[in-house]
């Protein structure tokens, strides 16, 4: 069955520090690509997506992630947060035949450390 | 461009009352998804229509229903609330065209609150 796991409920990392988000998925096409990001009481916003080509995509406010073909894995990162990134991140995944339906996971909730 | 708005942002209702829950996708955009979301559940798929017909359906029960309009405008209706229909209610627009699924366009959600 098509899944999308986001292993982390929670992470908590210091301002100023690298971070990396995981995502893995199940899905016997060719994926879609997508992270998404909530703050508090708002709708979701793209930080990023992944059709094809370059492994590696460059997203909105300095996040990037990676294509990792053979891990099923589709890591959000950045190099330094700040205290504004502390939201939900959601990552979701979709193909040619899912019948333009995204399937998403869980979420990962970031808190920052002053 | 104008994004997703939804209507009402705030909604409060009781036990076994109906409500019905508005949204305008973006300008053009064909395909409307309604999610439900809870802590702890994430994201609901509810379901999807495209070009005023219900393309896609996720698990939820009977009293959650839909419709879209032929100016692409949306609602989903549910009727005799309970307690656990409590959640934040997003609606997503897109292109909805063929080769797969496009970007997700997401509102502001409606906080709908059962008593």
């Known amino acids: 069955a098509q899944s999308v796991t986001q292993p982390d409920i929670h992470i908590t990392v210091s301002e100023g520090a690298s971070l990396e988000l995981r995502c893995n998925y199940s899905?016997?096409?060719?994926?879609?690509l997508f992270w998404y990001v909530q703050s508090p009481g708002q709708g979701l916003q793209l930080l990023l997506k992944?059709?094809?080509?370059d492994t590696l995509v460059q997203g909105i406010k300095g996040f990037e992630a990676e294509f990792k073909r053979s891990q099923s894995s589709f890591n959000l990162r950045k190099p330094s947060v700040h205290w504004s990134d502390a939201a939900e991140y959601f990552c979701?995944?979709?193909?040619?035949?899912?019948?333009?339906?995204?399937?998403w996971g869980a979420g990962t909730k970031l808190i920052i450390k002053p | 461009k104008a994004g997703v708005t939804q209507t009402p942002r705030y909604l409060i209702k009781t036990r076994g009352q109906q409500v019905t829950l508005s949204c305008s996708p973006i300008s053009g955009h064909r395909s409307v998804s309604w999610y439900q979301q809870t802590p702890g559940q994430g994201l609901q798929f509810l379901f999807e229509y495209f070009s005023e017909t219900q393309r896609n359906k996720g698990n939820f029960p009977g009293r959650f229903s839909g419709r879209q309009f032929s100016n692409s405008r949306s609602e989903m209706n549910v009727s005799t609330l309970e307690l656990g229909d409590s959640a934040l209610y997003l609606c997503?627009?897109?292109?909805?065209?063929?080769?797969?699924?496009?970007?997700?366009?997401f509102g502001p959600g409606t906080r709908l609150t059962v008593l």
């Open positions: 899905y016997g096409a060719t994926p879609y």
């Open positions: 997503a627009s897109s292109w909805g065209l063929a080769g797969g699924p496009g970007e997700q366009f």
């Open positions: 979701a995944v979709g193909a040619l035949d899912s019948n333009y339906q995204l399937i």
């Open positions: 992944y059709f094809s080509g």
